[in-house]
């Protein structure tokens, strides 16, 4: 049995191999039966998995990979950060359902990523006092929703999200496009660290990548992926906040737009946004609670809960199988729900809508579950 660190190591290298990508990862794991295998298996039998190729498979036992892999453990190590497979129960479920997910993350701080409301703040780096004024006040009227808040600690929306989100006791999770061995920009490292606490810094980058521009559009569609909704506070026609917008929509997720003044340039995304129909007009917290289902109080959950206990009696083995691990871990993607109890994904949706009808369990966006 390997030693953690090295089964570490070989998850490190797989991220590495050049010309391999989440996707290519993924099929390599399946057919090889494990991380080490894939660097020990014969290159014959490589060049036969669908996607790799003789070229590919050249490529996998480079020896820099293994150093770059073994230095990024002691990295780790040194600076208590958490590494998270997209096998881990702890790899954001919601993420995990995107197809260019990562296949490793790296995760500095203490939040829990899989919490039932998990929200994206972005926006504009130029920001105006109107939307200073509006993110400040959304993030303090999100308090009461118990959500987490997200973004990409980038000058404008996304620190402001960030510093109200701390000053009002919200976690908050930014998601860089480098390593976590340095903070951009540095003077967002005081916020950084206070994050620390209560959110943390993600990234699916190694210690030493430097922010270069390619990496941000890729950092984007982590911050989508990783929650149920993406909000757009201010924006051009053009911009980070629009690309991360493009990407939730790609990944069926919901897309919320502040509008502004018709003349005002940085309102002009959010409003191309709602003309288009890939965002839905919001002015408030409570709108956007409602749109998400969040506004259901407490103690008629509870009443309803109560009730629902009844039909468990009633279950047979595979539903008690699903509501079992739905107890124990909580939000659950529909793949992870199949691989758990062992049964074909069709059938296991068709169990998960009876489920649903019957008051047991809900689908939350990104094809993933919950019990009520």
Known sequence: MDHPDDLLKYRIALSLIPGIGPVLARNLLSYCGGEREIFTMKKSQLERIPGIGAGKASSIDLKDVMLKAEKEVGFIQRNCIQPIFYLDKDYPARLKNCEDAPILLYFKGKCNLNSSRVISIVGTRQFSPYG???????????????????????????????????????????????????????????????????????????????????NFPSRNRIVAGMCDATIVMESAVRGGALITAEIANGYNRDVFAFPGRVQDLFSQGCHQLIRDNKAMLV?????????????????????KLKKQLDLFLELNEEELLIVN??????????????????????????????????????????????LI
């Open 132 to 214: 200073k004024e509006l993110t400040e006040k959304l993030v303090a009227d999100l308090f009461k929703y118990d959500v987490i808040i997200v973004s990409g600690l980038a000058y404008g929306i996304d620190i402001i999200a960030h510093r109200a989100a701390t000053l009002n006791s919200i976690p908050t999770v930014a998601v860089t496009a480098h390593g976590l061995d340095r903070i951009y920009p540095a003077t967002h490292k005081a916020t950084a660290d206070k994050m620390l606490l209560n959110g943390g810094v993600l990234t699916e980058y190694l210690s030493g990548t430097v922010p270069d521009r390619e």
């Open 283 to 303: 002015t408030s917290a409570d709108e956007i609670a409602k749109a998400m289902n969040w506004d259901l109080e407490e103690e008629a959950k509870v009443k």
């Open 325 to 370: 691990i739905l107890k124990q871990d909580g939000i659950v993607a529909i793949d992870l729900l199949a691989l758990k109890v062992n049964i074909p994904v069709s059938k296991v949706s068709s169990l998960l809508l009876k489920l649903e009808f019957a008051g047991v369990l809900r689908s939350l966006p990104g094809k993933v579950y919950e």
